[in-house]
């Protein structure tokens, strides 16, 4: 059954504390749920907007000559990076719809997707980590992340059918009308035939259809099956993708993995294992290889601090990229006479001190951690999270300034510091 538009009667919907309370309690990874006229900064973002962030965007892949961060299918074909680059926004093109005049000249059915747009413009990466900043509060930090992208076209269908992702869907359009069709995960798994069709007549009384337009939003559970719809005419939407396909076991293992790893120095690396006899004439196994007895060894010995440790600076990198994929870079040349700021005064660098070594620190930014014994850089790093503007060479003295810049360096390629 459709849920026919309601845009100009309703009052606008406020994204507080009680919605994302109900909606952690009812909807995620439960139900789908749609809301009309949500008020927030993130939806308010004009057509206008967003086709001066594409052309932004554009203009760097021209420059870089590489598309990376587009899609474009035409007629549910892939088209592949040469031809991307042909048909990126422009600036002639004027506004989202000129766009459209120029592909659908060309193109009966074609879908550009847009990745990561929101990289471009911190102010609107701002609304954006407002909006997940909310929802991570009440559903939990996502192990792996999320993923903005814009899908722009006249595309009939989503081009690769009716489908499942590994992700919970938030979708707001920006322009045109949207349909979102819908089934529940226990009808797909009793209907395989679903799985990338295009011709789904009569599976449709079973399905739910979101109609949605500027204003809107749609969230859908990543069980849910779902295809796009539209009748040929122009649509822009975001959609806001939140993985879940990372189960906690995994994320731990990781860890100890790698901690291990590197414990175990040059045992780690043996391919083949030292016997004596394989197994008693019977067939019993019995005893453990060398390598198993002391690799057990290394693992008792572990202390509880460097446990803790570990999983404490991999917890920490994993934050620091705030819940993204990627954090939006910037280059910047620091020297020890530079005035620097954070980029954004929400976007802290994370620091810890190290159990097993009181004189080491750990500092992560978007997904790069550094170490670094430098109290100088402690303090300058605290100073920098207060929002404060700052020269470096009023912290950072002596043998290791030279280091100390190389690391603000690092934090600054993964976007952490401007200069002001
Ligand atoms: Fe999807």
Same mark, same amino acid.
Do not use: M
């Given at each position: 059954m459709a849920q026919k538009s309601s845009r100009s009667t309703s009052k606008p919907a406020l994204l507080n504390e009680k919605f994302w309370s109900t909606f952690a309690k009812s909807h995620w990874e439960k139900k789908p749920l749609l809301v009309r006229n949500v008020k927030s900064d993130l939806l308010q973002m004009s057509a206008d907007e967003i086709f001066d962030l594409l052309v $932004? /965007?554009?203009?760097? %892949?021209?420059?870089?000559?590489?598309?990376? +961060?587009? *899609?474009f299918f035409i007629d549910g074909a892939k088209a592949d990076q040469e031809e991307v680059l042909q048909v990126l926004p422009e600036r002639d093109d004027k506004s989202l719809l000129g766009y459209h005049e120029r592909m659908e000249s060309e193109f009966s059915d074609y %879908?550009?997707? %847009?990745?990561?747009? $929101?990289?471009?413009?911190?102010?609107?990466?701002?609304? $954006?980590?407002?909006?997940?900043?909310? @929802? /991570?509060?009440?559903? +939990?930090?996502?192990?792996?992340?999320s993923e903005m992208g814009l899908y722009l076209g006249n595309y009939k269908k989503t081009p690769f059918g009716v489908h499942v992702d590994s992700c919970g869907v938030f979708s707001f359009p920006v322009a045109g009308v949207k349909k979102f069709r819908l089934w529940p995960a226990a009808y797909g798994d009793k209907h395989p035939e679903l799985d990338r069709t295009f011709s789904y007549e009569k599976h449709k009384k079973h399905s739910q259809l979101l109609e949605v337009g500027p204003g809107d939003m749609t969230y859908w559970p990543s069980s849910e099956w779902h295809i796009a719809e539209s009748d040929g005419s122009f649509s822009a939407t975001? #959609?806001?993708? &939140?993985? &879940?396909d990372q189960p906690h076991k995994d994320v731990f293992s990781e860890t100890l993995k790698a901690l291990i790893d590197t414990k175990m120095g040059s045992v780690g690396e *043996?391919?083949?294992?030292?016997? !004596?006899? @394989?197994? #008693?004439?019977? +067939?019993e196994v019995s005893e453990l290889p060398k390598e198993?007895?002391?690799?057990?060894? @290394?693992?008792?010995?572990?202390?509880? #601090?460097? $446990?803790?440790?570990?999983?404490?600076? #991999?917890?920490? !990198?994993?934050i620091s990229l705030q819940g993204f994929k990627t954090m939006p870079h910037t280059e910047v040349k620091i020297a020890p006479k530079s005035k620097i700021q954070l980029r954004n005064d929400h976007s802290m660098i994370l620091w810890q001190q190290s159990l097993t070594n009181k004189k080491m620190y750990a500092f992560s930014f978007g997904g790069v951690q550094i170490q670094s014994t430098s109290a100088g850089l402690l303090k300058l790093i605290k100073a920098l999270n207060t929002g404060k503007a700052l020269v470096p060479g009023d912290f950072l003295k002596g043998a290791t300034l030279k280091n100390d810049i190389q690391s603000l360096q690092a934090l600054a390629n993964a976007g952490a510091i401007q200069k002001v």
């Open positions: $932004l /965007y554009a203009d760097r %892949c021209r420059d870089l000559n590489d598309p990376e +961060g587009f *899609k %879908c550009l997707v %847009c990745d990561e747009l $929101l990289q471009v413009n911190l102010k609107k990466q701002q609304y $954006l980590t407002e909006f997940t900043d909310a @929802l /991570y509060r009440h559903v +939990g930090f996502p192990n792996r992340f975001w #959609s806001l993708g &939140v993985w &879940v *043996k391919v083949t294992t030292s016997f !004596k006899t @394989l197994h #008693s004439q019977n +067939g198993y007895r002391d690799s057990i060894e @290394l693992l008792k010995n572990l202390s509880p #601090s460097e $446990l803790e440790e570990a999983f404490l600076q #991999s917890w920490t !990198k994993h």
